[in-house]
């Protein structure tokens, strides 16, 4: 990692250590990327088999558009790195953040044959960019899960293309990327979806003593 790209290095960290914290990264899982250049593409990402509670600048990796590192190979970079320059090339995304949480895999896998979780009417919504409503409906595509990253690299990229208007995706049993202008933005999006997943699943679930029974719990109840 050059010196000029330290602050993004500490920038990556900290946001590791912070969604450890809210336990959406558990144990190694989840990994993390930010923009360094544009010409030639540079991505600054987290190093594969991190565990991201204890993540420091030195587990910050440089790779290029083809997901290799760049400079001395100290650490192998993330397995999913082709997926990071794959949404940076589609989005011109600043910062992509990978999580892996309870209610995103809940979600993600409990209609094994939709590939779209709708999520409407929840004032949550407002926080992902450019949404003005709560009436906004957001498509958030489901991918099957692959351990084959170039051939997943390519299902995603035809994802993007065919949903030009979503802020993420989940990957199914797996986990969800989002990703933003800038990284503060692509944290900002992980925080509004684990939120409005949590509130999904908790009120599919959640039935208040005396209170009605029918609910309408958004994507659950509409599946
Ligand atoms: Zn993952």
Known sequence: MRSNNASVARELAAIGRRFYARGWVQGTSGNFSAVMSREPLRLAITASSVHKGQLRDAHILE???????????????????????????????GGVLHTHSIWGTILSGAWPHRDVLDIDGFEMLKGLSGVRTHAHIEHIPIIENDQD?????????????????????LLRRHGLYTWGDTLADAERHVEILEFL????????TFRP???EREVDYGAIENS
Do not use: C, K, W, Y
Not at 68 to 88: F, Y
């Open 209 to 211: 003593e005396g209170g």
């Open 197 to 204: 997943f949590e509130a999904i699943g908790r009120g599919a």
């Open 149 to 169: 990253m170039a051939r997943l690299a390519e299902v995603v990229g035809d994802t993007l293309d065919r949903n030009p208007d979503a802020h993420a995706f």
């Open 63 to 93: 790779i290029d558009d083809d997901a290799q590192i760049v400079g001395t190979r100290t650490r192998a970079p993330s397995a999913e790195a082709r997926l990071h320059v794959e949404i940076v090339r589609r989005r011109n995304a």
